[in-house]
């Protein structure tokens, strides 16, 4: 069975770093594209970056520039560096995966491109 565990988040002040990880399990997931999303409270969940199984990376507008998205598929574990955090990165930040391999597309910036989700984990910047 395919688990998703996030950890790192906590309460940083704005213009603080955090570096949150994703542990896998269930299978290898070196061949499929993973992604980092997050939610605000009474916002709908939103993309946050998205790592393809060949090491491209794409990240929304808002956090292009600030966060890193990597993977360690020895580990099988995706990271997501947080630099310059902003009150607005407050969120719970989840990590996902399909079910399936594929070519990477635009679609892997899409929730319902994905399968399995972690618990989550809270980010909590403040000012």
């Known amino acids: 069975q395919v688990q998703l565990v996030e950890s790192g988040g906590g309460l940083v002040q704005a213009g603080g770093s955090l570096r949150l990880s994703c542990a896998a399990s269930?299978?290898?997931?070196?061949?499929?594209?993973m992604g980092w999303f997050r939610q605000a409270p009474g916002k709908v969940r939103e993309f946050v970056a998205t790592i393809w199984s060949g090491g491209s990376t794409y990240y929304a507008t808002s956090v292009k520039g600030r966060f890193t998205i990597s993977r360690d598929n020895a580990k099988n574990t995706i990271y997501l560096q947080m630099n310059s955090l902003k009150p607005e990165d407050t969120a719970v930040y989840y990590c996902?995966?399909?079910?399936?391999?594929?070519?990477?597309?635009?679609?892997?910036?899409?929730?319902?491109?994905?399968?399995?989700w972690g618990q989550g984990t809270q980010v909590t910047v403040s000012s």
């Open positions: 269930g299978r290898p997931f070196s061949s499929y594209h």
């Open positions: 996902a995966a399909p079910s399936r391999t594929g070519l990477g597309t635009i679609a892997t910036m899409r929730a319902d491109y994905y399968t399995y």
